[in-house]
């Protein structure tokens, strides 16, 4: 190990640091531009009850969105994303299950994201909450998908998630969804990703600050001064 790159824990920045007053931000994505969307339903009711925990919410609408390198990142829709995502301190990913894995147009989304915005990493840091509608029995299949997506996307992907089974039955005809145990478990989900956002999102960037970025950036800012002095 070498100083100065490695540093003791700062309890501080980690258990003390300036609070924010805002309202928790929240995206919420879903993965399916059909006219009656479950996985936008259930989304819907997600920032409902976000917003009855205090959050403020945004939700993206993917239609219209071009496929990932098809289009310059110039592009409205993918601007509106990049500034969504910008703008938030957490996110929830709702897709549907479509042959035993999440949809084209949830994971386009996420490729439109970038890893790095300059010298700002957009996702590093915040929380995501992931769910899944299918259209047949329980499954776990792109809920699992979509936190490997949030741990590449080095999110704080909260341990519980949502999977609606049979999603066409648990809506009425307003589109609202039905009093269920899969009604109750996203109320759990919201809750439990608004209190994460509550605890890390003023210490996001000192949990996500780490040793062997710190040692490379050391290191590369060693070799320009060095070459400046040849």
Same mark, same amino acid.
């Given at each position: 190990?070498?100083?100065?790159?490695?540093?003791?824990?700062?309890? /501080?920045?980690?258990?003390?640091?300036?609070?924010?007053?805002? +309202?928790?931000?929240? !995206? !919420?994505?879903? #993965?399916?531009?059909? &006219?009656?969307?479950?996985?936008?339903?259930?989304? *819907?009711?997600?920032?409902?009850?976000?917003?009855?925990?205090?959050?403020? /919410?945004? @939700?993206?609408?993917?239609?219209?969105?071009?496929?990932?390198?098809?289009?310059?990142?110039?592009?409205?829709?993918? &601007?509106?994303?990049?500034?969504?995502? &910008?703008?938030?301190?957490?996110?929830?990913?709702?897709?549907?299950?479509?042959? #035993?894995?999440?949809?084209?147009?949830?994971?386009? *989304?996420?490729?439109?994201?970038?890893?790095?915005? #300059?010298?700002?990493?957009?996702?590093?840091?915040?929380?995501?909450?992931?769910? *899944?509608?299918?259209? #047949?029995? *329980?499954?776990?299949?792109?809920?699992?998908?979509?936190?490997?997506?949030?741990?590449?996307?080095?999110? @704080? /992907? @909260?341990?519980? &998630?949502?999977?609606? +089974?049979?999603?066409?039955?648990?809506?009425?005809?307003?589109?609202?969804?039905?009093?269920?145990?899969?009604?109750?478990?996203?109320?759990?989900?919201?809750?439990?990703?608004?209190?994460? /956002?509550?605890?890390?999102?003023?210490?996001?960037?000192?949990?996500?600050?780490?040793?062997?970025?710190?040692?490379?950036?050391?290191?590369?800012?060693?070799?320009?001064?060095?070459?400046?002095?040849?």
């Amino acid at each position: 190990m070498e100083a100065p790159s490695f540093k003791a824990i700062d309890e /501080t920045s980690l258990l003390d640091p300036t609070r924010s007053s805002h +309202a928790p931000r929240i !995206l !919420l994505l879903y #993965g399916s531009v059909r &006219q009656r969307s479950f996985s936008r339903l259930a989304t *819907q009711e997600a920032a409902r009850i976000l917003e009855a925990f205090g959050a403020e /919410t945004r @939700i993206y609408n993917p239609s219209g969105m071009p496929l990932p390198d098809d289009a310059d990142v110039s592009h409205p829709k993918v &601007q509106e994303l990049r500034d969504l995502v &910008q703008w938030s301190e957490g996110m929830v990913w709702c897709s549907p299950e479509r042959h #035993g894995a999440m949809t084209g147009i949830i994971k386009a *989304q996420i490729d439109w994201i970038p890893l790095t915005l #300059g010298s700002v990493r957009p996702t590093q840091g915040k929380t995501l909450a992931v769910m *899944q509608v299918s259209g #047949g029995s *329980q499954s776990f299949n792109a809920v699992n998908q979509l936190r490997v997506l949030g741990r590449w996307m080095r999110l @704080i /992907t @909260i341990p519980n &998630q949502s999977s609606v +089974a049979k999603a066409f039955t648990e809506f009425d005809e307003n589109d609202r969804m039905k009093p269920s145990s899969y009604y109750d478990r996203i109320v759990d989900v919201m809750e439990e990703l608004v209190k994460f /956002t509550l605890l890390t999102r003023d210490c996001a960037d000192y949990l996500v600050d780490r040793y062997s970025e710190r040692k490379e950036s050391a290191e590369e800012l060693s070799k320009r001064v060095n070459l400046k002095s040849i």
